[in-house]
């Protein structure tokens, strides 16, 4: 069982930055998978950025590319969303997800979520 809680979220202005942090629980956290997802309201939830299990591997939605970062720490349990040059389309609930190897996120674990807003 692993249990995910998301911090960093809030209100900023187009062009800021913030960093998103997903702490999760119990042991064996580097066989999982980590993502971001995101809901903006009305559309449906689309993945933002994912790292593989030692963080070599990643992927990133193309409206992120060159202003999202992920990347994972083990020894702490903790995986990281660094998002600059925020957009006011980046506004959305940012949900924290893991999926252990070889499944997929919607049969994982998922945190509560965290608002994102960006102001114009």
């Known amino acids: 069982q692993v249990q995910l809680v998301e911090s960093g979220g809030g209100l900023v202005q187009a062009g800021g930055s913030l960093r998103l942090s997903c702490a999760a629980s119990?042991?064996?956290?580097?066989?999982?998978?980590m993502a971001w997802f995101r809901q903006a309201p009305g559309k449906e939830r689309e993945l933002a950025a994912s790292?593989?299990?030692?963080?070599?591997?990643?992927y990133y939605l193309d409206s992120v590319k060159g202003r999202f970062t992920i990347s994972r720490d083990n020894p702490k349990n903790t995986v990281y969303l660094q998002m600059n040059s925020l957009k006011p389309e980046d506004t959305a609930v940012y949900y924290c997800?893991?999926?252990?190897?070889?499944?997929?996120?919607?049969?994982?674990?998922w945190g509560q979520g965290t608002q994102v807003t960006v102001s114009s």
């Open positions: 997800a893991a999926a252990i190897l070889g499944s997929s996120y919607e049969n994982g674990y």
């Open positions: 119990g042991r064996s956290f580097s066989l999982y998978s």
């Open positions: 790292v593989n299990w030692n963080g070599g591997i990643t």
